[in-house]
């Protein structure tokens, strides 16, 4: 055990950190876990003031780490002024219930403590419902016995979102406020499908930012797009999904959709009450996976995104991996890196170096499947002059010769795009 002793601002939850090494686990991986469990506690706005890591072949049925580890946590919690424990594992209904008993305090596990900072970050309606639904679908089946422990809560870490006066009814109301919720998101999912179908219909490509939380995403969007879009340390700042239009050197236009971060075992539930917000990414033309060059768990963090990509069904969208923070690493990193994989943008958002490179990759990975053709238009005809516009915002167009009211175009068009376009011109060659 690890008791850190520090003075804290008067309010501050002093919580107390668990972690399990079981199995073929090595105790490494589960050190760092607990260190992320411990941003993610900051994160909720407690201070960590004690670490455990428990060693045993499996978790305890009862208690998770044992009857006479959690006897002995109880001892240091009491001399550490702890508020509250959270364990690095989801914990079963009957354990978070045991815990709390030998504890005599809040137990929380990894779920519930994520759940509560995406509860204490969500600032629009959309946002509020998506976090509500998943809190009570992870919560309802944990309602049995639970009274009493919510009874002590009265608030903080773990209390957010839904609140104790809804989790304190019956499971019939519960249900029907998870159908209501559903309901309003539903019709979210509806209006975005509008959305992206309009935006399809306009032949305007989109590129999703994806990636671990804190891996500097919304500040490569204000990059990329010249927004303000608030950025920080901070885990899981962005919650809703900003979209906005960007400009191509080539004068093509494209949509950036910057997203909610991804984490190590991202609960189920926040998975499936995001959808209707994450579905951006699985119907996205390109994705940049943004990385964080300098973050010495970079590889399994890589995977963790992976995941939950395959989760969301977008493992048919285009990848394109940014290394970002380059400046925070060395030359020969650099060179590793690259070296690994050629295929990657090696970049820093915060002093904008590879910037001009990446978007000169995005608009060569947007025209990868490309046909040059050459497209004939009357410029009196309001559609073909709206036709001419939209040729220049998703094509790289080569020639434009205007002759007696007739307009030959000759272009290098998606092949998603050219159907949507007119028909190319009589006798004029289309080129493959």
């Not at 306009?202 to 927004?227: C, D, H, I, M």
Request: net charge positive; proline share 4%.
């Amino acid at each position: 055990m690890t008791d850190r002793r520090t003075s804290f601002p008067p309010g501050t939850e002093r919580a107390a950190l668990v972690g399990l090494v079981t199995g073929s686990m090595r105790r490494a991986d589960a050190d760092r876990s607990l260190d992320e469990l411990h941003g993610l506690a900051e994160a909720a706005g407690a201070s960590v003031v004690l670490r455990v890591l428990q060693e045993r072949p499996k978790p305890d049925s009862k208690t998770f780490i044992g009857s006479g580890k959690a006897a002995s946590l109880a001892t240091a919690c009491a001399g550490a002024g702890v508020d509250l424990v959270v364990f690095d594992n989801e914990l079963t209904p009957a354990q978070l219930r045991q815990l709390e008993e030998v504890l005599q305090r809040k137990v929380l596990d990894r779920t519930q403590l994520i759940l509560d900072i995406f509860a204490k970050r969500a600032r629009t309606r959309e946002g509020k419902w998506q976090v509500e639904l998943a809190q009570l679908q992870y919560l309802l089946p944990r309602l049995v016995g639970a009274g009493a422990a919510l009874s002590r809560l009265g608030g903080g870490i773990g209390t957010r979102g839904p609140g104790e006066t809804k989790l304190e009814t019956d499971r019939r109301r519960i249900r029907m406020r998870i159908q209501a919720i559903q309901r309003e998101i539903d019709r979210v999912r509806q209006r975005r499908a509008q959305l992206r179908e309009r935006r399809q219909k306009q032949l305007v490509p989109t590129v999703a930012l994806v990636g671990y939380t804190n891996a500097g995403k919304t500040s490569l969007f204000n990059r990329l797009t010249n927004e303000r879009a608030a950025a920080s340390d901070a885990l899981f700042v962005t919650l809703d999904p900003l979209v906005r239009r960007v400009r191509l050197p080539d004068r093509r236009e494209l949509l950036v959709s910057d997203t909610v971060g991804f984490i190590d075992r991202l609960p189920h539930a926040l998975v499936a009450a995001f959808r209707a917000t994450l579905e951006e990414v699985a119907e996205a033309s390109l994705a940049l996976h943004v990385i964080d060059a300098a973050d010495p768990e970079r590889d399994q963090r890589m995977a963790a995104v992976r995941r939950v990509l395959e989760e969301l069904g977008a493992t048919g969208v285009p990848v394109v991996d940014v290394y970002n923070k380059i400046d925070l690493i060395s030359a020969d990193e650099r060179r590793r890196i690259t070296d690994r994989d050629p295929a990657a943008a090696l970049i820093s958002a915060r002093s904008g170096e590879g910037l001009n490179e990446l978007v000169q990759m995005i608009a060569a990975r947007l025209a990868l499947d490309t046909r040059r053709i050459t497209i004939a238009f009357d410029s009196g005809k309001e559609f073909d002059r709206a036709q001419i516009a939209r040729l220049y915002r998703v094509a790289r167009v080569v020639s434009h010769v205007a002759t007696n009211g007739r307009v030959l175009i000759e272009a290098d068009v998606p092949r998603r795009y050219i159907a949507r376009l007119t028909t190319p011109a009589e006798g004029a060659d289309a080129n493959e």
